[in-house]
């Protein structure tokens, strides 16, 4: 039993070690190029605040771009956006699928959806102003489910 705590909490404080823990830095240049070109083709008049660089447990590397406009998007290591989160406002129109976008508009038109994210790779949540989350798979259709 000592044996499995001992290796327990070795293996714990190895991980610990080798991570390098958030590097923070000015400028885009940081991320990887395809969320460069995200940012390039649906942000290109918003300036970047900072990017934080961070290894999750496994050491797999993501990125977190803050704008100065309050919006916030999280990367993978291949620069695929994980998670977008307006503090402010709104999302800009152009950053919500457009069947989402549509569905919200219909049915919650007074509010404003203020984070996506990509729960697994079928599943987006939204989060809307009035605190409602909503539930859609990949292609845009509203799924009944709770988290």
Do not use: H
């Amino acid at each position: 039993m000592k044996t499995v705590v001992v290796a327990s909490l070795l293996m714990c404080v190895s991980l610990v070690a080798l991570s390098k823990g958030n590097i923070f830095v000015q400028g885009k240049d940081r991320l990887p190029v395809k969320a460069q070109n995200f940012i390039d083709v649906n942000l290109e008049k918003e300036r970047i605040v900072y990017v934080k660089e961070s290894r999750t447990l496994f050491l797999r590397k993501e990125y977190l771009a803050v704008f100065a406009n309050g919006l916030k998007i999280e990367f993978d290591s291949n620069g695929d956006w994980i998670d977008m989160l307006s503090d402010k406002k709104g999302l800009p129109k152009n950053l919500v699928p457009e069947k989402v976008w549509l569905y919200v508009k219909e049915y919650y038109a007074s509010s404003d959806v203020m984070e996506i994210e990509k729960k697994r790779k079928s599943v987006l949540r939204v989060l809307l102003s009035n605190r409602k989350e909503i539930f859609f798979d990949r292609e845009g259709r509203k799924m009944n489910m709770e988290v």
